[in-house]
């Protein structure tokens, strides 16, 4: 069976969300989480805490077992632990396009799944082991079972985001809220009417898609009662993040932050600030159109109206609660936004299309005669649709780039640590097993990195308790962003100094880490 031209044009772009974060899969070190997470799931694999009944967790079980089995079938690498990330960023580009479709048409569903596959947000965090591809992946899938009217699965889609990770709670009212705007558009010609069909399919369908929705939560947390007497996952990340509570102190500073990370949506920051304004102009004239007041500058259906709103409004009260509440900021936390970013800049950038449509501009031709079968608004459609989609392509080309080399700072974006495995080659080539390895910066590294090659790994907090504890022909490392001089002078006080043996470099020719050897210092040695 043949496809349509559409699929084949989306299954092409998927391709292309594949490739773009290969590079940055294969050669940039894990971030501190990613290590995290990977060695959680090494204790799964290795059955020595099969329930992770014996560990600390902050996150729910999902992603970790994902993991788990990954490294499983293809073996535990950086590589293969960052593959389920990539693998859920390849299908949003797929739920963006049929959530655009859905909701408005083919048009605007393929040019936000371009937008989201250019966006250096899903280049650099799709190649990362980190939890938030998969959450996102799972709330647009909610979203586009809500739309096509399948409750049940739609609940087990949100429950599978929870699953994921708690933030998908956030991620809640929007799933909700869809639920009313996919009322048949005949029912919308009568607003008086508005409310009762609304309150009918809450009513039809709520309870199914909590049914669903509950049957997840309560297998998390059976899980999670399983592993008694650890503390609960939940209880463990409130800990762990510090709590959460209402700063509006830091607000400011807050919202600033999270703002300088979304330009790295397009990381154009002309473009997105042209985006914003325009978007905002077409949702007022849009409603202004829709009220009767004869502006026919554009023209949209009122279910779509309602979406275009509904997909603002959410993004802006995303952003103002991360800035009331004290998050901290964080890249990751924005990746959700851009999916429903994008749909809105598609409906931007076609705007000018359904201005000449619904304008009478209806005779265009690409040659004085028509090829039999083709109609000229359709000619027309195609002409402006290539033209924009190579002018967007022109304009993300150079950050893609960018993105492509690691060089914004999104995702693992841990160039200060490259050539860490060099440490770990030299440890297990030379040292060997069972030496002590003290460790600050670096433990959840050294975990990850040293599974099957055990060292006695000791954790200093202080220059004074590393000079408690240290013996001579122990081994410690020091990345180079950070100081050791006070650590030297601490051990010096004990009689030790520190040998260098060997160092990381990075690509750039740089030291990264250094390995020193305790020595006990005598009358020859300085």
């Known amino acids: 069976m043949k496809l349509p031209p559409d699929y084949l044009i989306i ?7 594949l490739v773009l974060p290969l590079n940055l899969i294969a050669h940039q070190p894990f971030h501190h989480d990613e290590a995290l997470y990977a060695t959680w799931a090494l204790r799964i694999i290795s059955g020595q805490d099969v329930w992770l009944a014996h560990t600390a967790i902050d996150k729910p079980p999902l992603f970790i077992y994902t993991l788990a089995f990954t490294f499983k079938l293809l073996g535990a690498t950086e590589i293969t632990a960052r593959l389920p990330s990539l693998v859920a960023s390849m299908l949003t580009v797929m739920l963006t396009y049929q959530l655009g479709r859905a909701w408005y048409n083919r048009a605007t569903g393929m040019l936000a799944a371009w937008l989201v596959t250019l966006s250096p947000f899903t280049v650099m965090l799709g190649s990362t082991a980190l939890t938030d591809p998969m959450l996102v992946m799972f709330v647009l899938a909610s979203c586009l079972m809500v739309t096509k009217q399948h409750p049940l699965a739609a609940g087990v889609c949100m429950g599978l985001a929870l699953a994921t990770k708690q933030q998908g709670l956030f991620f809640l009212p929007l ?58 996952f939940l209880t463990y990340s409130a800990t762990n993040y510090g709590g959460l509570h209402f700063d509006i102190n830091g607000a400011a500073e807050r919202g600033r932050g999270f703002i300088e990370l979304l330009q790295y949506s397009t990381a154009l920051p002309n473009l997105n600030l042209i985006s914003l304004l325009g978007i905002m102009l077409f949702l007022v004239i849009s409603t202004l159109r829709n009220s009767s007041t004869g502006l026919s500058l554009c023209h949209v259906s009122k279910p779509q109206l309602y979406m275009d709103w509904l997909l603002f409004l959410f993004c802006a009260l995303f952003l103002l609660g991360h800035a009331l509440v004290s998050f901290q900021v964080w890249d990751r936390y924005l990746l959700g936004l851009i999916p429903l970013l994008a749909l809105l800049m598609a409906r931007l950038w076609l705007m000018p299309y359904l ?53 914004y700072p999104l995702g693992s974006h841990s160039q200060a640590l490259q050539g860490i495995e060099q440490i770990v080659a030299y440890l297990q080539g030379h040292v060997g097993a069972q030496n002590t390895l003290y460790h600050h910066w670096l433990g959840t590294y050294w975990r990850f990195y040293l599974w099957n090659y055990p060292y006695d790994l000791q954790y200093w907090d202080t220059p004074q308790m590393l000079a408690n504890k240290a013996k001579p022909g122990h081994f410690i490392a020091f990345p180079t962003w950070v100081s050791d001089t006070e650590a030297r002078l601490a051990l010096a006080q004990k009689g030790l100094y520190l040998h260098e043996v060997t160092r990381a470099y990075n690509e750039r020719g740089g030291p990264s880490i250094i390995l020193y050897r305790l020595e006990m210092r005598t009358g020859l040695a300085k």
């Open 175 to 232: 799933i909700v809220a869809c639920y009313g705007l996919t009322i048949p558009s005949s029912q919308y010609k009568r607003p008086y009417r508005f409310w009762k069909p609304i309150r009918s399919k809450l009513t039809n369908h709520a309870s199914r898609f909590t049914l669903s929705f509950m049957a997840i939560i309560l297998l998390i947390f059976t899980w999670d009662i399983h592993r008694a007497p650890m503390p609960s």
């Open 11 to 17: 299954t092409a772009i998927m391709m292309i969300a």
């Open 355 to 407: 201005w000449l449509k619904n304008n009478g501009v209806r005779t265009f031709r690409f040659a004085p005669s028509k090829p039999k079968g083709l109609h000229s608004n359709y000619r027309l459609h195609l002409f402006y649709y290539v033209i924009l989609i190579t002018w967007l392509s022109y304009l993300l080309w150079l950050p893609v780039q960018d993105a492509v080399q690691g060089r």
